[in-house]
T-cell receptor
Framework: DAKTTQPPSMDCAEGRAANLPCNHS???????VYWYRQIHSQGPQYIIH???NNETNEMASLIITEDRKSSTLILPHATLRDTAVYYC?????????????FGTGTRLKVLA | DAGVIQSPRHEVTEMGQEVTLRCKPI?????LFWYRQTMMRGLELLIY????????DSGMPEDRFSAKMPNASFSTLKIQPSEPRDSAVYFC?????????????FGPGTRLTVT
């Protein structure tokens, strides 16, 4: 199964862009990259996903390198409420559907 | 929609007792997942269902754990007998194949403490 590597922690100043990197060098051609975040002890929350093109939604932007071996999640204007653990996940095919293989994530701390 | 609903939110029980965790997925979703989260092992997938049928239970730790989905709106995860090492937060998530992207929506979790 493809696995992801993320830095264990990062700090970001409030109002600045937070750029969270992820390495997925063993990803296969048809495997999507998903990002989730977990605030305190709540359930993980879906943020964004992509295959090979850059993606943007109301929460964030996802930049995927051309070789698809890494990606970056961008929170354009981080707020204190964005403090959370961010998981980069590769979705792998399994028995007609897809499984998520969660890594250890990046603990983002937004500083006032 | 109310989102994924889990009950109870907190459960404290003694070793050897039976524990039942409950989940109501988002209406219309055809996939349901059970996860366990601990500090040591992170977030682990235990089992998932498609249209109420168990598809992959390879993550279930041992025979003490069992999961059922009697209908599209209800699932249970049972531990019998419970042990202190089962203490964790258990999450239920659901997803829909209709969108093609299968993003999962998680419930608030059940924090289980076995003493």
């Amino acid at each position: 199964d493809a696995k992801t590597t993320q830095p264990p922690s990062m700090d970001c100043a409030e109002g600045r862009a937070a750029n969270l990197p992820c390495n997925h060098s063993t990803i296969s051609g048809n495997e999507y990259v998903y990002w989730y975040r977990q605030i305190h002890s709540q359930g993980p929350q879906y943020i964004i996903h992509g295959l090979k093109n850059n993606e943007t939604n109301e929460m964030a932007s996802l930049i995927i390198t051309e070789d698809r071996k890494s990606s970056t999640l961008i929170l354009p204007h981080a707020t204190l409420r964005d403090t959370a653990v961010y998981y980069c996940i590769v979705r792998v095919a399994s028995s007609g559907t897809y499984k998520y293989i969660f890594g250890t994530g990046t603990r983002l701390k937004v500083l006032a | 929609d109310a989102g994924v609903i889990q009950s109870p939110r907190h459960e404290v029980t003694e070793m050897g007792q039976e524990v039942t965790l409950r989940c109501k997925p988002i209406s219309g979703h055809d996939y349901l997942f059970w996860y366990r989260q601990t500090m040591m092992r992170g977030l682990e997938l235990l089992i998932y269902f498609n249209n109420n049928v168990p598809i992959d239970d390879s993550g279930m730790p041992e025979d003490r754990f069992s999961a059922k989905m009697p209908n599209a709106s209800f699932s249970t995860l049972k531990i019998q007998p419970s042990e202190p090492r089962d203490s964790a937060v258990y999450f239920c998530a659901s997803s829909s194949s209709a969108s093609g992207y299968y993003e999962q929506y998680f419930g608030p979790g059940t924090r289980l403490t076995v003493t």
